[in-house]
Protein backbone atom coordinates (compact mmCIF):
# COMPACT_ATOMS: atom_id res chain seq x y z
CA UNK A 1 0.00 0.00 0.00
CA UNK A 2 1.25 3.78 -0.68
CA UNK A 3 0.18 7.24 0.12
CA UNK A 4 1.82 9.58 -2.42
CA UNK A 5 0.36 12.61 -0.03
CA UNK A 6 0.01 13.37 3.06
CA UNK A 7 3.07 14.46 4.22
CA UNK A 8 4.07 17.24 5.75
CA UNK A 9 8.23 17.65 5.50
CA UNK A 10 10.65 19.67 4.03
CA UNK A 11 14.39 18.47 2.61
CA UNK A 12 16.98 19.98 4.74
CA UNK A 13 18.92 20.14 1.31
CA UNK A 14 16.06 22.13 0.05
CA UNK A 15 15.25 24.72 2.42
CA UNK A 16 17.70 26.85 0.91
CA UNK A 17 17.95 26.38 -2.42
CA UNK A 18 13.71 26.79 -2.11
CA UNK A 19 14.20 30.46 -0.06
CA UNK A 20 17.36 31.22 -2.77
CA UNK A 21 14.96 31.04 -5.37
CA UNK A 22 12.01 32.47 -4.07
CA UNK A 23 9.40 30.02 -3.04
CA UNK A 24 7.61 30.95 -0.34
CA UNK A 25 6.33 28.54 2.65
CA UNK A 26 3.04 29.15 4.19
CA UNK A 27 0.27 27.59 5.64
CA UNK A 28 -2.09 28.56 3.05
CA UNK A 29 0.46 27.47 0.43
CA UNK A 30 -0.12 24.24 2.64
CA UNK A 31 -3.85 23.63 2.84
CA UNK A 32 -4.96 24.98 -0.52
CA UNK A 33 -6.51 22.33 -3.23
CA UNK A 34 -4.90 21.42 -6.52
CA UNK A 35 -8.31 22.24 -8.70
CA UNK A 36 -7.64 21.81 -12.73
CA UNK A 37 -9.41 20.95 -15.86
CA UNK A 38 -6.12 18.46 -16.06
CA UNK A 39 -6.59 17.03 -12.60
CA UNK A 40 -7.43 13.69 -12.46
CA UNK A 41 -8.86 14.24 -8.96
CA UNK A 42 -8.94 17.68 -6.57
CA UNK A 43 -6.97 16.84 -4.03
CA UNK A 44 -5.96 18.94 -0.95
CA UNK A 45 -1.65 19.65 -1.14
CA UNK A 46 -1.67 17.96 2.33
CA UNK A 47 -3.95 15.04 2.09
CA UNK A 48 -3.94 14.24 5.12
CA UNK A 49 -7.43 12.10 5.00
CA UNK A 50 -5.49 10.12 2.71
CA UNK A 51 -2.52 9.35 4.64
CA UNK A 52 -4.68 9.03 8.09
CA UNK A 53 -6.69 6.40 5.85
CA UNK A 54 -3.98 4.67 4.20
CA UNK A 55 -2.41 3.67 7.99
CA UNK A 56 -5.53 2.58 9.00
CA UNK A 57 -6.48 0.24 6.07
CA UNK A 58 -2.99 -0.70 6.07
CA UNK A 59 -3.04 -1.78 9.77
CA UNK A 60 -6.40 -4.12 9.53
CA UNK A 61 -5.15 -5.42 6.27
CA UNK A 62 -2.05 -6.40 7.45
CA UNK A 63 -0.14 -4.97 4.99
CA UNK A 64 3.02 -2.50 4.41
CA UNK A 65 2.72 1.34 3.81
CA UNK A 66 5.36 3.39 1.99
CA UNK A 67 4.23 6.74 2.50
CA UNK A 68 5.51 10.42 1.53
CA UNK A 69 6.78 12.08 4.05
CA UNK A 70 7.00 15.62 2.07
CA UNK A 71 4.55 17.91 1.39
CA UNK A 72 2.89 17.54 -2.38
CA UNK A 73 2.99 21.29 -2.71
CA UNK A 74 6.35 21.15 -3.80
CA UNK A 75 5.76 18.55 -6.38
CA UNK A 76 3.08 15.15 -7.17
CA UNK A 77 5.08 12.07 -6.67
CA UNK A 78 2.05 10.32 -8.54
CA UNK A 79 2.81 12.48 -11.82
CA UNK A 80 5.09 11.57 -14.52
CA UNK A 81 8.52 13.79 -15.12
CA UNK A 82 6.58 15.23 -18.34
CA UNK A 83 2.68 15.76 -16.75
CA UNK A 84 2.07 19.26 -16.23
CA UNK A 85 0.77 19.00 -13.47
CA UNK A 86 4.00 17.44 -11.86
CA UNK A 87 4.56 20.27 -10.15
CA UNK A 88 2.09 23.09 -8.45
CA UNK A 89 2.07 26.46 -9.87
CA UNK A 90 4.59 28.14 -7.45
CA UNK A 91 7.25 25.77 -8.06
CA UNK A 92 6.81 25.91 -11.89
CA UNK A 93 8.09 29.06 -11.95
CA UNK A 94 11.57 28.15 -9.81
CA UNK A 95 14.61 27.73 -11.86
CA UNK A 96 15.02 24.48 -13.14
CA UNK A 97 18.28 23.41 -11.37
CA UNK A 98 15.30 24.11 -8.41
CA UNK A 99 13.13 21.77 -10.09
CA UNK A 100 15.87 19.11 -10.54
CA UNK A 101 16.95 19.06 -6.86
CA UNK A 102 13.05 18.94 -6.01
CA UNK A 103 12.62 15.47 -7.99
CA UNK A 104 15.77 13.75 -6.90
CA UNK A 105 15.19 14.48 -3.46
CA UNK A 106 11.40 13.59 -3.31
CA UNK A 107 10.26 12.10 -6.19
CA UNK A 108 12.82 9.83 -7.41
CA UNK A 109 13.52 8.24 -3.77
CA UNK A 110 9.72 7.53 -3.18
CA UNK A 111 8.53 5.92 -6.46
CA UNK A 112 12.51 4.03 -6.23
CA UNK A 113 11.39 2.43 -2.63
CA UNK A 114 8.40 1.52 -4.46
CA UNK A 115 9.94 -0.08 -6.98
CA UNK A 116 12.92 -1.94 -4.86
CA UNK A 117 9.17 -3.45 -2.41
CA UNK A 118 7.25 -4.57 -4.86
CA UNK A 119 10.58 -6.08 -6.91
CA UNK A 120 11.63 -7.59 -3.60
CA UNK A 121 7.75 -8.99 -3.05
CA UNK A 122 7.62 -10.58 -6.30
CA UNK A 123 10.93 -12.42 -5.81
CA UNK A 124 9.33 -14.51 -3.48
CA UNK A 125 5.59 -14.17 -4.04
CA UNK A 126 4.01 -15.39 -7.21
CA UNK A 127 1.96 -11.88 -7.41
CA UNK A 128 1.68 -8.61 -5.76
CA UNK A 129 -1.57 -6.21 -5.05
CA UNK A 130 -0.62 -2.81 -5.15
CA UNK A 131 -3.01 -0.17 -3.71
CA UNK A 132 -2.72 3.62 -4.13
CA UNK A 133 -5.16 5.32 -1.83
CA UNK A 134 -5.98 8.89 -2.27
CA UNK A 135 -9.41 11.03 -1.74
CA UNK A 136 -11.36 12.96 -4.28
CA UNK A 137 -13.61 16.20 -3.62
CA UNK A 138 -16.99 15.25 -3.23
CA UNK A 139 -17.79 18.49 -6.30
CA UNK A 140 -15.57 18.49 -9.35
CA UNK A 141 -13.47 21.28 -10.55
CA UNK A 142 -16.94 22.41 -12.87
CA UNK A 143 -19.10 22.23 -9.59
CA UNK A 144 -20.97 18.42 -10.24
CA UNK A 145 -21.65 16.42 -7.23
CA UNK A 146 -19.48 13.30 -7.92
CA UNK A 147 -21.54 10.31 -6.70
CA UNK A 148 -20.12 7.32 -4.46
CA UNK A 149 -18.05 6.64 -1.60
CA UNK A 150 -15.06 4.84 -2.20
CA UNK A 151 -13.77 4.85 -6.32
CA UNK A 152 -11.66 1.69 -7.35
CA UNK A 153 -9.14 2.85 -10.16
CA UNK A 154 -7.86 -0.20 -12.66
CA UNK A 155 -6.49 -0.92 -16.00
CA UNK A 156 -9.92 -2.74 -17.32
CA UNK A 157 -7.81 -4.33 -20.11
CA UNK A 158 -6.18 -6.04 -17.19
CA UNK A 159 -7.87 -9.39 -16.09
CA UNK A 160 -6.61 -9.90 -13.17
CA UNK A 161 -7.75 -5.96 -12.09
CA UNK A 162 -10.83 -6.10 -13.67
CA UNK A 163 -11.67 -9.45 -11.57
CA UNK A 164 -9.74 -7.98 -7.94
CA UNK A 165 -12.02 -5.01 -8.36
CA UNK A 166 -15.01 -6.95 -8.76
CA UNK A 167 -14.61 -9.27 -6.06
CA UNK A 168 -13.78 -6.37 -3.83
CA UNK A 169 -16.62 -4.64 -4.95
CA UNK A 170 -18.91 -7.67 -4.02
CA UNK A 171 -17.25 -8.06 -0.53
CA UNK A 172 -18.28 -4.29 0.30
CA UNK A 173 -21.34 -5.01 -0.59
CA UNK A 174 -22.24 -7.53 1.25
CA UNK A 175 -20.08 -6.16 4.61
CA UNK A 176 -22.00 -2.67 4.25
CA UNK A 177 -24.91 -2.34 1.25
CA UNK A 178 -25.01 1.45 1.79
CA UNK A 179 -21.06 2.18 0.86
CA UNK A 180 -21.26 3.42 -2.51
CA UNK A 181 -18.83 1.72 -4.31
CA UNK A 182 -17.50 2.70 -8.29
CA UNK A 183 -15.37 1.13 -10.27
CA UNK A 184 -13.56 3.25 -12.17
CA UNK A 185 -14.78 6.79 -10.89
CA UNK A 186 -14.11 9.66 -10.61
CA UNK A 187 -11.04 9.14 -12.61
CA UNK A 188 -9.91 6.77 -14.78
CA UNK A 189 -7.43 3.62 -13.54
CA UNK A 190 -5.46 4.19 -16.72
CA UNK A 191 -4.83 8.04 -16.01
CA UNK A 192 -1.37 9.07 -15.57
CA UNK A 193 -0.60 7.44 -11.95
CA UNK A 194 2.03 5.67 -9.86
CA UNK A 195 0.20 2.41 -10.20
CA UNK A 196 0.34 3.06 -14.24
CA UNK A 197 4.11 3.53 -13.60
CA UNK A 198 4.43 0.29 -12.08
CA UNK A 199 2.24 -1.52 -14.59
CA UNK A 200 4.89 -0.44 -17.27
CA UNK A 201 7.66 -1.53 -15.36
CA UNK A 202 5.93 -4.60 -14.12
CA UNK A 203 4.62 -5.75 -17.33
CA UNK A 204 5.75 -9.39 -17.77
CA UNK A 205 5.12 -10.18 -14.04
CA UNK A 206 1.97 -10.54 -11.87
CA UNK A 207 1.23 -7.10 -10.78
CA UNK A 208 -2.11 -5.62 -9.93
CA UNK A 209 -1.87 -1.66 -9.41
CA UNK A 210 -5.35 -0.13 -7.92
CA UNK A 211 -5.98 3.62 -6.82
CA UNK A 212 -8.40 3.32 -3.94
CA UNK A 213 -9.44 7.25 -3.44
CA UNK A 214 -12.31 7.65 -1.05
CA UNK A 215 -14.91 10.44 -0.91
CA UNK A 216 -13.78 13.15 0.90
CA UNK A 217 -17.22 14.39 2.20
CA UNK A 218 -16.68 11.67 4.61
CA UNK A 219 -13.22 10.11 5.11
CA UNK A 220 -12.19 14.37 6.61
CA UNK A 221 -14.96 13.53 8.99
CA UNK A 222 -12.57 12.93 12.53
CA UNK A 223 -16.09 10.34 13.79
CA UNK A 224 -16.46 6.91 14.94
CA UNK A 225 -18.39 6.09 11.61
CA UNK A 226 -15.16 7.40 9.67
CA UNK A 227 -12.76 4.33 11.69
CA UNK A 228 -15.79 1.46 10.85
CA UNK A 229 -15.55 1.97 7.35
CA UNK A 230 -11.83 2.41 6.83
CA UNK A 231 -11.81 -0.80 8.99
CA UNK A 232 -14.89 -2.81 6.95
CA UNK A 233 -12.60 -1.79 3.52
CA UNK A 234 -8.98 -3.36 5.29
CA UNK A 235 -11.32 -6.26 5.71
CA UNK A 236 -13.04 -6.70 2.55
CA UNK A 237 -8.94 -6.18 1.11
CA UNK A 238 -7.76 -8.88 3.13
CA UNK A 239 -10.60 -11.55 2.59
CA UNK A 240 -10.14 -10.67 -1.56
CA UNK A 241 -6.36 -11.03 -1.26
CA UNK A 242 -5.60 -14.22 0.53
CA UNK A 243 -2.26 -14.70 1.71
CA UNK A 244 -0.40 -16.52 -1.19
CA UNK A 245 2.37 -19.40 -1.13
CA UNK A 246 5.77 -18.28 -0.79
CA UNK A 247 8.26 -19.19 -4.30
CA UNK A 248 10.29 -22.22 -4.07
CA UNK A 249 13.39 -20.62 -3.64
Known amino acids: MTCDSGGDRIPESLREPLALAGWKDTSAGVDAVVSSPASR ?41 HHRNLFPPAVRKLPAKVRKSVLSEIRTPYRDAVRRRVSGMLLEFPYVVHLSIRTFAARSVSGQWQRGDVGLLYDPGRADELDWCLDLSDELYFAMPDLRVRRNHPGRGTNDSLTKAMRKHFYDVHYLG ?9 AARPVRRRREVLRVLANAIREVTPEATPQAA
Do not use: K, M
Open 41 to 81: LSLPLVDRDAHFAARIIAEHAECDLIANPFRADLVDVGRSV
Open 210 to 218: VEVVLNRAW
